[in-house]
């Protein structure tokens, strides 16, 4: 009876790790967080690739963005840098669909799994696009109009409200802006 107490306990206090690899969290994305200085990215992705705006290092000036490829060719992150004197990284853009959010929220996700996982903030319409933004939150869904409505998608004045976008509305882009 005592070894069954504790075998339970044991494997009661036992965690499953979570593979973070492709997470995206409130601070992090990956092997990146959002205090992770821009130039420490040699170290953050030593076993990938980084491709830097090479127009701007010539002249002098820290790369303007900052392209993040796993080794096999996979493109993983677009990442612009802030430009404090230690810069550290500001937007991140998703490019690979393996990253989730904690609630697996992805690329391959919906507008209806973003109404559904999270509270909207407000939406931001332009020329060709709806940008999403979540309350609380740094990370921001862009929709392109082509995903709407044909009433909707040549007027560039008009706000897009949520009851416009169809649910099964896919999403362009998914970024996060820290500041």
Request: proline share 2%; charged share 25%; hydrophobic share 40%.
């Amino acid at each position: 009876m005592a070894i069954s107490i504790c075998t339970f306990l044991f494997f009661l206090n036992c965690k499953k790790e979570v593979d973070t690899t492709y997470l995206i969290t409130k601070t992090s994305i990956g092997k990146l967080d959002k205090s992770s200085l821009a130039r420490d990215l040699e170290v953050i992705y030593d076993q990938d690739s980084i491709v830097k705006d090479t127009a701007k290092l010539v002249v002098g000036f820290g790369a303007k963005k900052i392209d993040i490829f796993e080794t096999g060719g996979s493109h993983l992150l677009t990442l612009t840098p802030n430009t404090d004197s230690i810069a550290t990284i500001q937007n991140v853009r998703i490019q690979d669909i393996r990253f989730k959010t904690e609630k697996g929220i992805g690329l391959n996700s919906t507008f209806k799994d973003i109404k559904d996982n999270y509270e909207l903030g407000k939406l931001l319409t332009s020329m060709n696009n709806v940008v999403v933004f979540i309350k609380n939150s740094d990370l921001y869904f862009t929709i392109d109009k082509k995903e709407l409505p044909a009433n909707l998608r040549y007027t560039s004045n008009v706000n897009i409200e949520e009851v416009q976008i169809p649910d099964n509305a896919k999403i362009k882009y998914m970024m996060l802006g820290w500041e």
